[in-house]
């Protein structure tokens, strides 16, 4: 074991509805879409029977987690509306709750008003927040209230706007600084699982996005689990002059790459490869030097 990791001693368990995460081996999240606008068709799912077997087919695949999403994010999306977002929501939730009730189930959502209802009524485990509190001045107060695991993302400015020059001084220190007051916001809240995400494709550029990839290790300052989405996004599929539908092996390339740099939770559109790519890199890494 080296210096770095004798140093920065992760968390490496989450609780979720009252069972225990265990995150010393990195897991998997897959995504369900039930969104008529994404920018990977294949991952959306609206009719209840597929999102049924949509559910079934990530926990037979390997995935520890469920992540639910009804309002899309893409670069350049109009947001859809609360009551829209929520009735979509509770409708697959209620699909995998009656086939799954034990799946640990991730909400996708920037709010607060959507995550206490789904979380209240579903028994959702984990919201993940891609504004991290931004798009909602009372989500942090009410995931401290409802006392389940929070993933932080970073994104520089809202989905419609983000994309349009994305400029930074120093995009790692910028982002480390993010961090640190939105982590110290919500431990003195009383927050105490916190995930990280450094936002892939959110208000970056391409060059960006590879910058935070080759530096993933420094968010381990923070010693909480780090998160990455770049599962099929532009920063794979652009450089290689190809499409989302085409990207599914530079996904497995640099989700490895992720993975050497202290990932512990890949959201991945593709379960069974990224489980794979999982076990392959912890044999690797676990292997002695020499």
């Known amino acids: ?4 990791s004798t140093f ?31 920018f990977y068709h294949a991952s959306q ?13 990530i926990l037979q695949q390997g995935g520890a987690i469920i992540d639910l ?26 699909v995998i709750r009656k086939h799954f009730p034990d799946a640990i189930l991730s909400i996708d959502t920037f709010r607060a008003s959507v995550a206490r209802r789904m979380v209240n009524d579903f028994s959702a485990s984990i919201i993940n927040d891609i ?6 001045k009372a989500m942090f107060e ?27 001084d120093n995009v790692i220190k910028e982002v480390t600084k993010y961090f640190a007051t939105k982590t110290e916001q919500l431990s003195r809240l009383g927050v105490n699982d916190i995930i990280i995400d450094p936002g892939f494709g959110f ?17 381990r300052i923070f010693n909480l689990p780090i998160l990455v989405g770049l599962s099929r996004k532009s920063m794979i599929y652009r450089p290689l002059g190809s499409t989302p539908d085409t990207a599914l092996n530079g996904t ?8 050497t740099k202290g990932a512990k939770v890949l959201r991945v559109h593709d379960v069974k490869e990224a489980v794979e790519t999982v076990r392959l890199t912890e044999l690797c890494l676990n292997q002695p030097i020499g």
């Open 8 to 38: 920065f001693q992760c968390k490496s368990t989450l609780s979720c509805n009252g069972k225990l995460l265990d995150l010393s081996t990195p897991v998997v999240m897959g995504i369900i879409n039930v969104t008529t606008d994404s």
């Open 45 to 57: 799912f609206r009719l209840k029977r597929r999102i049924y077997l949509r559910a079934k087919e």
């Open 1 to 4: 074991m080296d210096i770095a």
């Open 69 to 94: 999403g009804a309002c899309s994010t893409r670069p350049g999306a109009k947001l859809v509306s609360e009551e829209d977002e929520l009735k979509k929501l509770s409708r697959a939730a209620a």
């Open 131 to 136: 504004s991290a509190g931004e798009m909602d």
């Open 142 to 168: 009410t995931v401290a209230e409802l006392g389940v695991p929070y993933i932080a993302m970073h994104m520089k400015g809202t989905p419609a706007i983000m994309q349009e020059n994305p400029t930074y």
């Open 252 to 259: 497995s390339v640099l989700n490895t790459l992720a993975l």
């Open 203 to 219: 208000g970056k550029t391409i060059e960006h996005n590879y910058t935070l990839l080759n530096n993933l290790d420094a968010f």
